[in-house]
């Protein structure tokens, strides 16, 4: 299925991202995730049926990633 391949390269991803920063000594690193994909996120979840702790979307701060333009759309108008 297409969405276990995109699982699986998220995991090897963000596995990546956590060795790039123990090896670098950060303490956390900011990605680019806009509002869109909160929406996009939780849709996915509900096709997928996901619980309602699934449904919360994309966490702000998880682990060492941090997410500040959650609340921006991608396109500002």
């Not at 969405?3 to 090897?12: A, D, Q």
């Not at 956590?18 to 995730?33: C, E, S």
């Not at 449904?55 to 990633?65: K, Q, R």
């Amino acid at each position: 299925m297409p969405g276990n391949i995109e699982m699986l390269l998220r995991k090897e991803r963000y596995r990546l991202l956590r060795q790039f920063a123990k090896d670098d000594q950060l303490d956390v690193i900011l990605t680019g995730h806009h509002e869109d994909d909160q929406y996009e996120t939780v849709i996915l979840r509900l096709m997928w049926g996901s619980s309602l702790a699934g449904l919360g979307g994309i966490p702000v701060y998880s682990e060492l990633f941090l997410r500040p333009q959650l609340i921006y759309p991608k396109v500002l108008l």
